[in-house]
C-alpha cells in the first residue's frame, strides 16, 4: 500500500487534526468540530478513532485494537490490519507493551501509563442528543452550562426503576465544567477515565474530537443520595479467577448454560500465565484456543 | 423603597407595524400588576419583551438583582439573562404545553429548576416536589404520572408548582386561565391568590378576562393598538374608567 | 473446555475470498468489464458520481463492478477514493447559459427560444419490458439533426427580466465545502445546495414528494430542465487567465413556485434549485423542490414543521454513507454494552421481585 501516505491520510489532514486535539485537551470535554474525512471503512466502525489514531501514529509506535475488551473480534482485526498496511507501524495485543490503543466499548482493566494514549471510537458524541436532538440547541446548552435536564434523566431512571437505570455511556462532568459521553462503555470503566494516560475521543460521522489530559476531574453524575455505582456481572471470571474485571457472559450450550469470562482477553491470559485459574479453566496455564470463527 | 421591576420606553415593531410603544412603568414587590386589552393590542407582545422571549428594539427592562442592585436585563449577558431566568424569575404560559416537559413526570417537571441550579439530593428534591404539589392540590400519588395524564386545570396547576419551586420574586403569566372551563378557573384563580399572598410574589399578568385582575391584579395597564391608554388602581380603573377604550371594555364584560 | 473464540482474521480473509467469487458469479457467463458497465448502465455510473461527489465514469464503472451493482456501496467506494486526492484548486462556476443540451424542456412555458428538446428520456415510453432485449442484437441509429449553435438563455431569465421571479443576489463569496469543513448550523444556501446534490436520491426524492403532498407545500412547476455538457474552467495562477480542463455532463433544473408578496412587495415567483452531475433529472428536481422548502425563512414564510423545511433534520441525514454507516454498525458486537444492560435488567426484575413478595 505505498500508493498512500503514511496512516493513509495526507499530512494536511492530519495537522488538522492534530489541532483539534490539541484544543481538545485545552478543553477537556469539550467537543471540537473537525473536518471528518471519509474513510475507506463505514461511519459508525470507528472512522472517527481511526482518524485520530492516524494523527497520533509515528513509526515507532507499538499499536494495540481493541473491540470489546478483545484484540481478535472483527473489526478490531480489520482496523489493526489497516494500519499494519498503511502505516507499518508494530502491533501487540499485550496492553502494557503498547504506545497507542484504540478501542470500542472498553477501558482496558490493566492501569494505563503516562507514555500510552487510548483512542475512543465514539458514535455519538452528544451526551444531550437523547434528551434534545437539535444541534445548535445542544451547543448552546453546553456554553451555556445547562445541564438541568440531565438529572433530570437521572431523577426519573430513580423514580421510575428505584435506581439510575443508565449502563453504559454514563454521562461524567470533566473538571467541573463540560458534561461528555465517554462512548458506549460499560459504566463499569467510568472510574479508569480518571488516568495517567492521554484519552482522546474521535467521532467521524458526526465530526468531533473531545479529549481527557491526564489526570484530570472526571465525575460520573448522580445523585448524593443515589450515588454512581460502577457495577459488573457478581461472578468472578471462569477462565483465570479474576473477580474484579468486567465480565462477558457467554452461553455454552443449549440448555442455556453459561459462563462468564473477562472482556479484556489481554488481561485474562495474563492471569492465566501468571498461574490464577478459574473455575472452568484446565488445569496448567493453557494457551487460547484456536478455533475458527468462519 | 427600589422598584423590583422598572420599565422604560419600551418599544417592539414588527416591521412597520408596532408591538407595544413606548411602555414605562414601575413594579414594587409584592405587587401584581394587570395588563388587560383585547388580542392584538400588545399585551402578549409586551410581556415577551419583559420576559426577554423577545428582543425589544429600544427601551429599558430594570430589575432589582439580589446581589448587584437594579440591573438592566437588556444589557446582561444570555448566561446571567438565562440564570435569571430559572432562579428569581417565573413564566406561566397560557397552554401547559409550553411550559411543561409532556414527556417527564409531575414530579420530574417540578424538580427541573431545582436541578437546574445544583440540588443533588434525590430525596430532597422529591420531598419538595411533593410539598408543591401539595400545594397547588395535585394529589402526591400522581408524582410519577407524566402531565399527558392530567386534566388542563392540573397541567396548569403543575405548571404554576414547576415555576414556584425555586422562590422566584417575580412572575410573569400570559393568560393562565385561558383555554379552562369556568368552574376550573375559578379554583385556580383562589390557587393562585393565595399563592401570590403567601409567598409576597411580585407578578405582571396579561389576560383579556377583567374578572382575573379584579381578583388578582392590585394595578392595571390597559393596551391598545400597542399602547398604554390607561392605568391606575385595578378598583379605580374597572369602576370608574377614563378611556373610552376600557369604558367599551368594562361595558362589554358587564352586558355578557 | 470453553476456549475464547480465536481466528477472527482468518474468518475476515475467507469472506473476502468468498465475496471475489461471488462477484464473479458463474465462470461460464463472461465477465463484465469497466467499459460495457460505463456505457450501458450510465444512469447508475451517474448516480454514483453525483452522490460519490467525483467526475470520474470510468472510475464509478469500476466502483459498481466492485460493489457487486450495490450503488450505495459504489458511491462509499468513490468517497473514500476521493479522500485521498490532492486538491489543485477550484474551477470557476460552469455557466449553463452555455450548456450544450441533449434535453431541454418546460412544463411553464408551451414553447421558448431555443425550442423544446426531448433527447434520450424515458418519459413517454410504454413501460413494457422489451424481450428483443434479452437477445443480443444491433440498435438501429437514431435520427440525426444538426445541433444549434449559440448559447441556450434561461428560461428563468424571462421572468427575471419582466421581475415575475425572484432574483438571486449575486455574491463574490466563496462557497464553504462540505468536504473540507465541519457542517455547523445554520447553514447558508450553497452549504444545503452542496449537500443536497450529494444526499441520496431516494432520501431527496421522498422529502421532495412530502413538500408535493402537503408538508410545505410550495407548488412547484418546472420551469425549466435542462441535461448537456458544460465546459469546466480553471484559472491558472501561472498563466494569469482561465483554460478549459474538461467538460462534464449536468442535469439543472429550475423550479417556479408559488409566488410571495403583499399589499406592499408586488407578488412575485419564487425559485428552486438543482444541480447534479450527469444525467440525473428525478435527483435534480428532487433538489430543487426541496432546496425550496428550505427557504423558507428567507422568503418570509411559516414553519410549518415539515421535514423538507427543517435544515438540521434534511442535512444531517441526506448523506447515504454516513447513514449506511451508522445503521448497519449495530451489526458489529455490542455485548459488552448488552452485558451491562442484561445486569441491569436482572437486578430490576429482583427488586421488584422482592418488593411483590414482601407486598404478599
Sequence with gaps: MSDYNFAYLDEQTKRMIRRAILKALAVPGYQVPFASREMPMPYGWGTGGVQVSAACLVPEDRLKVIDQGADDTTNAVSIRRFFERTAGVATTGRTRDATLIQTRHRIPEEPLTRDQILVYQVPIPEPLRFLEPRETETRKMHSLEEYGLVHVKLYEDIARHGQIATSYAYPVKVEGRYVMDPSPIPKFDNPKLESAAVQLFGAGREQRIYALPPHCKVVSLDFEDHPFVPSKADHACDLCGSDTSYLDEVIVDDAGGRMFVCSDTDYCEGRREAGHLGRLAASGPSAPGQEDAA | ?256 | MYVAVKGGERAIENAHAWLAEERRGDPAVPELSVAQIREQMALAVNRVMAEGSLYDPDLAALAIKQARGDLIEAVFLIRAYRTTLPRFGSSLPVETAQMRCDRRISATFKDAPGGQVLGPTFDYTHRLLDFKLAAEGDVAPAPQAAPQAGPVPHITDFLNRDGLIQTEEQSEEAPPDLTRQPLEFPANRALRLQSLTRGDEGFVLGLAYSTQRGYARNHAFVGELRIGRVAVEMEVPELGFAIQIGEVELTECETVNQFSGSKTEPAQFTRGYGLVFGQTERKAISMALVDRALRWRELGEDNLGAAAQDEEFVLSHCDNIQATGFLEHIKLPHYVDFQSELELVRRLRAEAEAAREAAE
Aim: glycine content about 12%.
Design chain 2, 1 to 256: 423603597m427600589t422598584p423590583l421591576l422598572q420599565v422604560k420606553g419600551l418599544t417592539q415593531r414588527y416591521g412597520a407595524r408596532i408591538g407595544c410603544a413606548d411602555v414605562s412603568f414601575d413594579l414594587y414587590p409584592g405587587e401584581v400588576m394587570g395588563i388587560v386589552g383585547e388580542s392584538g393590542s400588545g399585551k402578549s407582545t409586551l410581556l415577551n419583551c419583559l420576559a426577554g422571549h423577545l428582543e425589544a428594539d429600544a427601551g429599558e427592562v430594570i430589575f432589582d438583582t439580589r446581589v448587584d442592585g437594579p440591573r438592566d436585563v437588556r444589557a446582561m449577558s444570555e448566561p446571567e439573562r438565562r440564570m435569571l431566568a430559572r432562579t428569581d424569575w417565573a413564566f406561566v404560559h397560557q397552554n401547559p404545553r409550553d411550559g411543561l416537559r409532556m414527556g417527564v413526570s409531575a414530579g420530574g417537571n417540578v424538580g427541573e429548576r431545582l436541578m437546574a441550579v445544583g440540588a443533588r439530593h434525590y430525596g430532597d428534591i422529591r420531598g419538595q416536589a411533593l410539598d408543591w404539589l401539595d400545594r397547588v392540590e395535585i394529589a402526591a400519588d400522581r408524582i410519577d404520572d407524566r402531565p399527558t395524564a392530567f386534566s388542563g386545570g392540573m397541567q396548569q396547576r403543575l405548571q404554576i408548582a414547576r415555576n414556584l419551586v425555586t422562590g422566584p420574586r417575580l412572575v410573569f403569566m400570559d393568560e393562565p386561565t385561558g383555554g379552562l372551563d369556568v368552574s376550573v378557573q375559578a379554583r385556580l384563580l383562589d390557587l393562585l391568590r393565595g399563592l401570590v399572598r403567601e409567598m409576597g410574589l411580585s407578578a405582571v399578568i396579561v389576560t383579556h378576562d377583567l374578572a382575573v385582575v379584579r381578583l388578582l391584579a392590585h394595578r392595571l395597564m390597559v393596551m391598545k393598538s400597542g399602547h398604554v391608554v390607561e392605568a391606575g388602581l385595578t378598583d379605580q380603573v374597572l369602576d370608574d374608567p377614563q378611556h373610552g377604550y376600557t369604558q367599551l371594555l368594562v361595558s362589554s364584560v358587564l352586558q355578557a
